[in-house]
């Protein structure tokens, strides 16, 4: 039954979903968590639309927990000014007042307006504000390119559990105590406005955080105690305090960025080890380098032993302290499980292919990976060129992976031939394996 009045109301409203006279009227006696539950699945514009069904249904729709405005509902109002009689102000100040019930999720797409908009977002918010107790999740993105300030109510929503913010200016009120119960923050394109003495967030419950493209990092400045996943990227000044004092990381991924901040005295060894949780590793390889050009031992002061996923992505072969870095890590990780590489700009590797030399000299020293890699049972190699250093190092992996399963091996596209592709399967497969069962697969370039 549920499926088939969704259906209905779906369908640009052809049919209008009303009983005949002699028509027992079965939806309407349906639970009125079930009834919100439907309405809560419907876009926001075929639930208000609900309200043309029967005297019953008027204004079932105005008591959602779940409000959400999101890009889909903009692009479907008419771009004839914010303030006009179907402007999206107008209709967005009617979603707002117009309901009736709590609150739990508010989500809001701002379009490209050239109008006062963001004034009447605050008033939005004071009137979230009513509803603190109950908002957990709140979700505010900007397609504007020019930054607007957040509004200053967003401070007082103390029971959040979720936020989402995109492309806003970040500068809390001076007394700000963070948000005591937030456990996922996902910022985009937020500029943190230096401040007296910086952002200072208390952030006790949270467990994920997620940056991207974000500037002035720095002043941005928490307590998260209990964070389990952070993702940085594009960030160009961020630093990696969050590393240094989240002894609860499993899962770290930072790419695409350009200095690593007061962080720089600290090398991939000291970074790690004060990771005992972590499980999932992602970062890049100029991230890498900065990491290992500093002396990496060839010993960690104690191993890894959570690490199990491993992904290094742009990862230059030819570079004497990405390859060392990275050999290091497998060397200190015992429980590794899982190995992805690749290259994402793959005309970087065919230009420094005359220059692999010491690369390759390394790779071939008889203590290059002393180290048997019990655990590995899966490697993806992404964009490979068939360059020295790649083969060899496809080699070393073979031979030092007793309980491998599966390697996939995905070719270059860029400066390849038929026949040098060729070449690549050839040598592969004649190379020793340590594993009786370890299959490799060969897939087509990416196009």
Known sequence: MVLIFLKLMTDNHKRRFLPSCGEEDRMSTLPESVISSILERLPYRDAV?????????RNKWTTMTSLVLDEEFSKKIPNNGAYSRNGFTRIVNQAVILHSGT?????????????????????????????????RELVLTNSNWRYKQLPSHLSSFSELRKLK?????????????GFPNLEDLFLKHIDFRPGSCGIQANL????????????????FKINAQKL?????????????????????????????????????????????CNLPKIQCLIIDGHFFKLLSA????????RPIDSLKHLSLHNFQHSDLDQLQGALSLLRNSPNLETLFMNRTDPRIMFHNAKHVGPASDHLESPDCLDQTLQHLLNVELETVQGSRPELLFIKLLLAHSPSLEK????????????????????????????????????LDPKS
């Open 103 to 135: 609150i739990s999720k508010f989500s809001l797409h701002i379009p490209e307006l050239n109008l006062g908009i963001f004034q009447e977002i605050n008033q939005w918010m004071v009137f979230l504000s009513r509803n603190d107790v109950s908002l």
């Open 165 to 177: 913010l995109e492309r806003f200016t970040f500068m809390p009120p001076l007394i700000f105590e």
């Open 204 to 219: 006790p419950e949270l467990r994920k955080l997620s940056l991207y493209s974000c500037t002035n990092v720095y002043n």
């Open 228 to 272: 389990e996943s952070l993702v940085i990227e594009s960030c160009p000044d961020a630093m990696l305090m969050w590393l240094l004092d989240s002894p609860c990381l499993t899962r770290v991924a930072i790419r695409h960025l350009q200095s690593i901040g007061d962080s720089g005295r600290k090398n991939l060894a000291q970074l790690l």
């Open 49 to 57: 639309r609900t309200s043309t069904l029967s005297k019953d249904w």
């Open 407 to 442: 390697m996939t091996i995905q070719q270059s596209g860029t400066h390849l031939d038929y026949y040098h592709r060729f070449v690549i399967t050839k040598n592969v497969m004649e190379y020793p394996r340590a594993s009786t069962k370890a299959k490799v697969v060969y």
């Open 294 to 301: 500093d002396n990496v031992p060839k010993w960690f002061p």
